[in-house]
């Protein structure tokens, strides 16, 4: 038999009794015969045919039940509920999935079908196409889950309404993501929330602290890993710096990476190309630089302000397959935040630089006068005492003061690549507590270096002068120092990679570093005051503030660390 042939069914009856067409019809179509209305839907219910002949007595019935099985069919599939309840409050029919809810879930969906049975049935008249009602939608909770319904009237052709039909569904996930993501969202607002009062009285690295500590909580509690980086693009270089960090290892921060899709991690492959990443199974997967120690899995999301990538946001697991797509929905708006945050840190740091440069041309401008008319008067004075050695001394004294005052405003005024009062201290001999120490100096502003350099020279230092963070770590490789003084924003090289490079070293290695009116780009000084840094000076600095930093950093007490010799010691024995 040729099964490819079009296939009929024929449903028994006295039609095909009286006119036996069977054998006819088995000449050119494979033809399935039964008795029963039964055998005939499970027949058609199994195998698709080309006709199907009956009776017309038997047609109707056949086809109601066949429309009857599918529509049964389909509602036994589908994913939500369905139930149909009378005005007695009587389910008369629910399909698989309404029948698998909770004796209380369905109660709770009774009672909903009848107040929503009462507000249909206070229409008065009948109800015509025009005036059906419209159907409505409730919520309701039982313990810890959500349902949500919607109740439809059953319009007889009386224009009665007698029935509802209710769809019910479950939306405990859907409100839990959306409760996630509300709570992300107002943890994102707390976190970008900078009021300036307060945190206009904490130094950049002090603000960072505070935005880093708020960052770690917030990770914590919302993405709930402990383990993450955030790194910031370097717009020069396109290299990501770390600025935050929280249980990842040394030697994973100090990897550079940089904003490119391929040969940078999975990392660069985000800053490049601004899409996030679920990094699986980081055994497995190419792109996997380096992380946690025992990391399984990551998520990276790109840091965004104004569509424009800043940095990335990585989040680390000890778990195979931790991270979902809700998850990096989840760190995408919570990244959102971060950059906003630290564009605001940035900001605020970059006005307070400014607000110093216009603040001290503003006092040179307004000193000038003032300090001019005092040495006039002074002049004019010592003209008239004549012969009066004591009161010209003193009148004398006041010119060289204000003259002192004039030189130290013209070095603020220069900015922060002077060391202020070098020239003064040129007569600076040798310190016994600093001969023979070997220190290394970093700075991109020859000015900074040289005068440094030379200062510590005359009190007995051997010093090696750097131009690059590059030339630093690699001087720091190769040579042992008693101590480091270096700059935070060079070029190839940043301040806390110096001292990370410094510590490879020696673990307990003093290291000083140095910033422009506090500004620190790469957040270097906060990392690295984590990590032990000595001390931070924000240039420009005094020539005593160089010597009480290297005293410092190197254990010496004042009272033992002379500078200038011209210096006479008060009764403590510190030189005024």
């Not at 946001?313 to 000890?318: K, T």
């Not at 005593?544 to 010496?556: T, W």
Request: hydrophobic share 40%; with cysteine; charged share 25%.
């Amino acid at each position: 038999m040729d099964d490819s042939r079009p296939r009929i069914l024929i449903l028994a009856g006295n039609v095909t009794r009286d006119f036996p067409i069977t054998e006819d019809l088995r000449k050119s179509f494979h033809v399935d015969v039964f008795e029963e209305m039964d055998q005939a839907m499970a027949a058609l219910r199994t195998h698709s045919y080309h006709a199907v002949f009956a009776d017309v007595g038997d047609f109707l019935p056949l086809e109601r039940a066949l429309v009857g099985e599918k529509s049964s069919l389909v509602l036994n599939t589908i994913g939500e509920g369905v139930c149909i309840v009378d005005p007695g409050g009587q389910t008369t029919w629910s399909n698989k999935k309404m029948r698998s809810f909770t004796p209380a879930v369905s109660e709770h969906v009774r009672q909903v079908c009848m107040q929503a049975l009462s507000v249909f049935t206070t229409q008065s008249g009948p109800i015509t196409d025009v005036s059906i009602p419209r159907s409505k939608k409730y919520t309701f909770q039982v313990e810890d889950n959500y349902f949500e319904l919607i109740c439809s009237p059953v319009v007889m052709d009386t224009g009665e309404v007698q029935q509802v039909v209710a769809v019910v569904w479950d939306a405990t996930s859907g409100r839990r993501l959306q409760g996630k993501i509300d709570a992300i969202d107002s943890a994102g607002r707390e976190l970008a929330r900078i009021e300036t009062e307060a945190v206009a009285k904490l130094s950049p690295s002090e603000r960072l602290g505070l935005l880093q500590e708020k960052i770690i909580k917030y990770s914590k509690k919302l993405m709930r890993f402990d383990h993450f980086a955030v790194r910031l693009l370097d717009k020069r270089s396109s290299k990501l710096e770390v600025v935050i960090s929280e249980g990842l290892p040394s030697e994973a921060l100090e990897i550079d990476l940089y904003a490119q899709p391929e040969g940078n991690g999975i990392s660069g492959y985000v800053a490049a190309t601004g899409r996030s990443y679920i990094c699986h199974d980081t055994e497995k997967d190419p792109r996997y630089v380096l992380g946690l120690r025992h990391c399984k899995s990551s998520l990276t999301v790109p840091l965004k302000l104004f569509d424009k990538v800043v940095g990335i946001y990585n989040i680390e697991s000890d778990e195979v397959g931790a991270f979902n797509e809700d998850d990096r929905q989840f760190a995408e708006i919570f990244g959102r935040y971060v950059g906003m945050a630290l564009n605001i840190l940035d900001l605020l740091v970059t006005e307070r630089c400014a607000i110093s440069g216009q603040i001290t041309e503003s006092v040179v401008q307004e000193m000038s006068q003032p300090m001019a008319d005092i040495v006039t008067e002074a002049r004019t004075l010592m003209e008239e005492y004549i012969g009066d050695d004591s009161m010209r001394g003193r009148l004398n004294r006041i010119v060289d003061n204000v003259e002192r005052i004039r030189d130290s405003v013209k070095h603020v005024a220069a900015g922060p690549n002077v060391v202020l009062g070098a020239k003064e201290h040129v007569s600076v001999g040798p310190d016994a507590n600093l001969k023979g120490k070997r220190v290394l100096v970093a700075d991109d502003e020859p000015n900074i270096r040289n005068a440094i350099s030379s200062i510590l020279r005359k009190a007995g230092c051997i010093v090696e002068v750097c131009k690059d963070g590059y030339e630093s770590c690699t001087m720091l490789e190769q040579d042992p120092f008693d101590l480091v003084i270096s700059d935070i924003k060079m070029p190839y090289r940043n301040g806390y990679e110096v001292f990370a490079a410094a510590r490879r070293q020696r673990e307990d290695m003093p290291v000083v570093l140095m910033t422009g009116f506090g500004y620190d780009p790469h957040h270097s000084i906060v990392r690295a005051s984590q990590d032990g840094l000595s001390s931070v000076m924000f240039k420009p600095f005094k020539v005593d503030q160089l010597f009480e930093e290297v005293y410092k950093a190197l254990g010496i007490k004042p009272v033992d660390a002379p500078t200038d010799p011209k210096q006479k010691p008060d009764a403590s024995g510190k030189r005024s």
